[in-house]
């Protein structure tokens, strides 16, 4: 086989391990994931602002409200809001008098966030901070916003040392922290990689794994969103 058939042939197998992916996506999100106008508008609003859809799928977002909720959520953290799409799952987890603080850096994505958390009803509970998260950080903590219960990081993938920093300055025993995208396609596994994502989610796994103070794990995902992971910790002390 020529190099070009054989690469062909690896793409048809991609594409279809990729449709079956999808396929099972829309089957758990039919049987378990009903969605809603809110839900529905959150996306349309997002996409139609031109940004880029690379919101949690439904199932994901889905299991990030679960996860708040047994935790007992009050208080939640959200770094990387983009239109607000995982930060309505979120918000959805809290009691009546729960807050959720959500830090972006574009403000063109922030305002949309704040629009589509408005019609979900969500806008009492729930506040957007625009800015670079690693300047808007230290004035929710001199806010007194923490600490958190559930943290979820989910920015720019280079900064997330700092950001996990952060989330364990942030927290109390017992918070937890889940970090999006730590797999990318499998690239985190190459120490080597000169990707500066890929150095950021190794760095931060390093840190974690010297941390006393946390505990954690990281779990491969495929789905509409292709492969990617979910990495969670618990803070012990
Ligand atoms: N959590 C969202 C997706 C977030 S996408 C969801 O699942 O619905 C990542 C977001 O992080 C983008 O909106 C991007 O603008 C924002 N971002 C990038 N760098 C940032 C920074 N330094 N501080 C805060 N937000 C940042
Ligand atoms: C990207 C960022 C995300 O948060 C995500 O879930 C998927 C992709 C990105 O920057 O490409
Ligand atoms: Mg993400």
């Known amino acids: 086989m020529t190099q070009a ?3 062909q042939a690896q793409m ?3 594409q279809m391990a990729h449709a079956q992916w999808d396929a099972v996506d829309n089957y758990f999100e039919q049987a378990l994931v009903p969605s809603d106008a809110a839900l529905e508008a959150a996306l349309q609003a997002s996409s139609k602002a031109g940004l880029p859809e690379i919101n949690v799928t439904p199932s994901q977002g889905k299991l990030l409200h679960l996860m708040a909720r047994m935790c007992g959520a009050q208080r939640i953290l959200e770094i990387g809001t983009l239109g607000g799409y995982s930060s309505i799952w ?3 987890a809290l ?3 729960g807050r959720l603080v959500t830090l972006e850096y574009e403000p063109l ?3 949309v966030a704040r629009e589509n958390l408005e ?5 009492g509970l729930t506040e957007v901070r625009v800015g670079r998260a690693l300047e808007t950080l230290p004035q929710v903590e001199a806010d007194g916003l923490g600490p958190f219960d559930f943290i979820f990081i989910d920015a720019d993938k280079p900064s997330n040392p700092d950001y996990f920093v952060w989330a364990l300055r942030l927290s109390r025993p017992g918070t937890v922290i889940v970090v999006d995208n730590v797999v990318r396609d499998g690239a985190v596994a190459d120490g080597d990689s000169d990707d500066p994502a890929v150095q950021g ?3 931060m796994s390093e840190l974690a794994a010297g941390e006393p103070r946390v505990t954690g794990t990281a779990i491969q995902t495929v789905g509409t969103k292709g492969y990617d992971g ?3 910790f618990l803070v012990t002390a």
């Open 230 to 232: 979910f990495a969670a």
């Open 109 to 111: 994505h922030a305002e």
């Open 5 to 7: 058939h054989t690469a």
């Open 90 to 92: 979120l918000a959805r």
């Open 119 to 123: 019609r979900a009803g969500l806008s």
């Open 201 to 203: 989610i190794r760095r």
């Open 12 to 14: 048809a197998q991609a």
């Open 95 to 97: 009691p009546l008098d």
